[in-house]
């Protein structure tokens, strides 16, 4: 990933927009350790002790952007419990694995994953704006991702040998933490590729870091041939902050398709008023409810999990109290199916 040293900016020629500089700038700026973000946000030394077992196996890494959302003084705040690393990450779970999606077993060429007909998802970087306590890719071993344009040419080329895909998903990591030249060079590529007619983008940076969403990406997202869509990952309503806003409604001008995604988690949004606010907050940013997915059993997340019964049960309260297209599709990856399961 190319980010820019300082000594890289004193160069760059005053004419050239700076907007690039500044997203990654922000990253740049990320807090990355328990205890200065416990620091940060008025919290026991204790808390950020708690956190050191998981902080050593996945790293923690919040810009100030995402830090300034987070209410200070408040241990249970629901985007903190996103990001900091509690003591039961440490607890090894039954069931509870290092890759609990199969991954392993789909992987077409390294780098491209096909679990679904006419889908091939592309891991395009392995790095995050932030990183999220429950992801699945948390032990991901993202060394064998490609980096260089020798090895995209190559995973693509493994997708322009299959003419059944028609459907080339970015994902991660977070495809958006490519730089938009970088982005720009692998659109145009899998643009080449004629069976190809959708790309889709799956991304948490329009959420975290909206600087993110620069001209030259909606340029690129609206010259292509290609019919896009992003699917940005949400939580909880108060992460739609107005700047978070503006940037969605950017990509919505530029005729962008926006779906959110969500994980069920314990102690973020697992109740149906945190659900029915996340929806309303979404629709009124111009975003349609997607995926609200059952966790994934990764370990270092068990105290993140809500039991199958008692989300379906959340989900069909939600559908009493909202209209049909605001409520997520319940969902739950199981290894060897060939599509997702809807659970609710
Ligand atoms: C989730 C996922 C997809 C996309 O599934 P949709 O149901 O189309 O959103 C594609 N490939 C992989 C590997 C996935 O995990
Ligand atoms: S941004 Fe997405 S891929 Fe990255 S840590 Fe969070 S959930 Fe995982």
């Known amino acids: 990933m190319a980010i820019l040293t300082s000594n890289d900016r004193s160069v760059r020629p005053a004419s050239k927009p700076a907007q690039e500089d500044s997203w990654q700038a922000e990253i740049r700026q990320a807090v990355r350790t328990s205890s200065e973000l416990c620091r940060r946000l008025g919290l026991s030394e204790s808390l950020a002790c708690d956190a050191a077992v998981g902080a050593a196996q996945f790293p923690v890494f919040v810009p100030p952007g995402y830090l300034a959302r987070i209410e200070p003084n408040s241990p249970h ?64 071993p993202y060394e064998e991702v490609p980096h260089s344009e020798a090895a995209w040419d190559s995973a693509l080329t493994a997708i322009a040998e299959d003419p059944s895909i028609t459907e080339v998903i970015l994902s991660g990591g977070d495809p958006l933490m490519l730089v938009d030249s970088r982005l720009a060079m692998l659109v145009g590529k899998i643009a080449d590729l004629p069976h190809v007619t959708r790309l889709r983008i799956h991304t948490r940076l329009p959420i975290v870091v909206p600087l993110r969403v620069t001209d030259e990406l909606l340029q690129t997202l609206t010259d292509t041939r290609l019919t896009s869509v992003i699917v940005v990952h949400t939580n909880h309503a108060r992460e739609l902050a107005h700047d978070v806003a503006v940037a969605l409604s ?75 297209y605001m409520v997520p599709r319940y969902v739950q990856e199981i290894a060897g199916e060939t599509n997702k399961t809807v659970l609710a």
């Open 77 to 140: 705040d629901p985007l903190l419990r996103q990001v900091l690393p509690l003591g039961g990450e440490g607890k090894a779970v039954d069931g509870f694995t290092a890759d609990p999606v199969g991954d392993e077993l789909a992987a077409l060429h390294p780098g491209v994953l096909q679990k679904y007909q006419g889908r091939a998802l592309l891991i395009a970087t392995g790095s995050c704006a932030v990183h999220c306590r429950y992801c699945f890719r948390r032990h991901y």
């Open 250 to 324: 950017n990509l919505r001008d530029a005729g962008i398709t926006l779906l959110n995604q969500a994980v069920l988690l314990r102690g973020v949004n697992d109740s149906v008023d945190a659900q029915r606010e996340l929806s309303e907050r979404l629709v009124a940013v111009g975003v349609l409810p997607y995926y609200l997915h059952q966790l994934d059993r990764v370990a270092g997340a068990a105290h993140f999990e809500v039991p199958i019964a008692e989300g379906k049960q959340l989900v069909g309260e939600l559908r009493r109290q909202l209209p049909g």
